[in-house]
């Protein structure tokens, strides 16, 4: 594959995205102490910077469609890094949710743009692996970024586990300006096409029900810390183990669903992989219900869910934008803009749902929370299709039959 030095240094930023944008969740309890917050105010950080995510990626894509995409990979990493230094200073509350709505916006432009010029560099012939590359850069972000930047916070500051976002990026922008040739322009797509596209009705189910089952997820993910202590007892070390183990199985999950999406097609994978999430979260909220927080077959099948949600969560994505591709083949490039959009909004709206089930009712209820909006996904997914097989069969002809089955 061509450019492996610059694929690689791209997939590293990504790797500190991912880990910027998940790691929070691992280290709210500090958050919330040395700030003199709740926790559910503090978790309201990770839907700053997934909402402003969200939001600017298609705004700015479209506004600075102009530029070079040297000038944009060079200027998104320099914000990301100086909004990192930001939130690591912060004397406040707010001063530090300023910063987290730059990071966000800085890392919409970033992802955006390294995964555009990924797919320039290396051809048609290596696209696939080049747009794998550099999303495998979130995932591997959540097996190591994040339970790795959860144990630097634990054992000093939070603060310290933004510095080490610092270090991560520092590196990517300088070898941006060392060896990050020019790359094509691509053609300029309106806001209005965008957005045109993006209203096409099966696209839009597609991108709902994405936007649905990553909420799911991240209405239990957000508070995991608190989740995990109220479920099992655990301190600070558990908490960690147990991102470190949702992390490991999700980067076997990403494998796994990519090829799945190949062999049996995205729309069974998906399906399969949203209704064992909401399996898995009702797991979570019996066991987080029923049994008690001392019990050693608790913290055993505790942990053997959480195996399963990971990797069966982190299935979803990359069929995600595999669905997303079937359904507008004339646009990859608005496709994958429009479901990472949908991707941080399910972050946002699972941190904002989190916080007020966790604030007015109990951390067990997080995981019914977090299935009922995975069933959300499910009906987004199987309802239009039985929708469609009825309507198909009332406009058959009356005569029409089976084929009949011919003898292998």
């Known amino acids: 594959m061509p450019h492996k030095v610059i694929l690689a240094l791209l997939a590293i930023g990504s790797f500190a995205v991912g880990t910027d944008g998940f790691v ?18 503090a978790g309201q950080l990770v839907t700053a910077f997934a909402l402003s995510y969200a939001i600017s990626a298609p705004v700015l894509m479209t506004l600075t469609a102009g530029l070079s995409r040297r000038v944009m990979l060079r200027g998104s990493v320099l914000a990301f890094l100086l909004a990192n230094v930001l939130g690591a200073l912060a004397p406040t509350y707010g ?85 990050l040739p020019a790359v094509p322009q691509p053609p300029v797509i309106s806001l209005r096409d965008r957005v045109r596209i993006g209203a096409q009705r099966p696209v839009l189910l597609a991108v709902l ?17 608190a989740f995990t202590r109220a479920t099992t007892g655990m301190d600070n070390a558990g908490v960690t183990i147990v991102l470190l183990v949702f992390g490991v199985a999700g980067a076997v999950g990403n494998a796994v669903g990519g090829r799945l999406g190949d062999r049996i097609g995205a729309e069974r994978t998906f399906t399969a992989s949203v209704s064992g999430v909401t399996a898995a979260m009702a797991l979570l909220a019996v066991l987080a219900s029923w049994f008690a927080s001392d019990s050693t077959v608790l913290l055993a099948a505790f942990l053997a869910v959480t195996v399963a949600w990971g990797t069966l969560y982190w299935a979803e994505p990359p069929t995600a934008i595999h669905r997303v591709l079937d ?46 909006l995975e069933l959300i996904a499910l009906a987004l997914v199987v309802l239009p299709r039985v929708s469609a097989g009825r309507k198909g069969r009332a406009e058959a002809p009356a005569h029409a039959l089976p084929e009949p089955a011919h003898n292998k």
């Open 24 to 41: 929070i969740s691992g280290i709210l309890p500090r958050i919330a102490g040395e700030l003199d917050v709740s926790e559910p105010v």
């Open 95 to 179: 001063v530090l949710m300023t910063a987290r709505i730059l990071a966000g916006i800085s890392a919409a432009l970033y992802m955006n743009t390294a995964a555009a010029t990924a797919t320039a560099l290396a051809g048609e012939r290596y696209r696939g692996r080049a747009v794998s590359l550099i999303i495998g850069g979130l995932t591997v972000a959540t097996a190591l970024g994040v339970p790795g930047g959860t144990l630097v916070g634990q054992l000093g500051s939070w603060r310290l586990t933004l510095a080490l976002v610092v270090a991560l990026a520092l590196p990517v922008f300088i070898g941006l300006f060392l060896v």
């Open 209 to 225: 029900a994405n936007l649905f089952a990553v909420a799911g997820c991240f209405t239990v993910f957000t508070y995991l810390a």
């Open 327 to 372: 359904l507008a083949p004339t646009a990859p490039s608005v496709a994958i803009s429009v479901n990472s959009s949908a991707s941080y909004l399910g972050v946002a709206l699972g941190g904002a749902v989190g916080g007020a089930v966790l604030d007015r009712l109990s951390p067990a209820a997080l995981a019914w929370a977090g299935a009922c």
